[in-house]
């Protein structure tokens, strides 16, 4: 079983950032795939980024590429979501998720690849 906790969102003005971090217990998260997506209110779950287990090798959703970024602190069991320039388009429910399973590169995009999901965190962007 593999447990995460997202922190790190909040309220932030239009162009502001944050750094949003899911801690994962149970499994060392750097064997395992790991993923954010968001959802924001009346829309589908969306993916934003990825990490292929092992690997420092990303994949981010293109529309967000230069803004997100995703990457893993091994020794704190920990990855991050690094957001800058952030738009009002962006407020949703961020949530990071994972797998014990071996998904395809094109799988890390389809949120019915993982099985393990923290709870949110709230990002708001707005004046």
């Known amino acids: 079983q593999v447990q995460l906790v997202e922190s790190g969102g909040g309220l932030v003005p239009p162009g502001g950032s944050l750094r949003l971090s899911c801690v994962a217990s149970g499994r060392t998260l750097s064997t395992l795939p790991l993923a954010w997506f968001r959802q924001a209110p009346g829309k589908e779950r969306e993916f934003v980024a990825a990490?292929?287990?092992?690997?420092?090798?990303?994949y981010s959703t293109d529309s967000l590429k230069g803004r997100f970024t995703v990457s893993r602190d091994n020794g704190k069991n920990t990855a991050y979501l690094q957001m800058n320039g952030l738009k009002p388009e962006d407020t949703a429910v961020y949530f990071c998720a994972s797998t014990s399973g071996s998904p395809i590169v094109s799988s890390l995009r389809d949120a019915a690849t993982y099985e393990y999901w923290g709870q949110g965190t709230q990002v708001t962007v707005s004046s």
């Open positions: 990490l292929k287990r092992g690997s420092s090798t990303t």
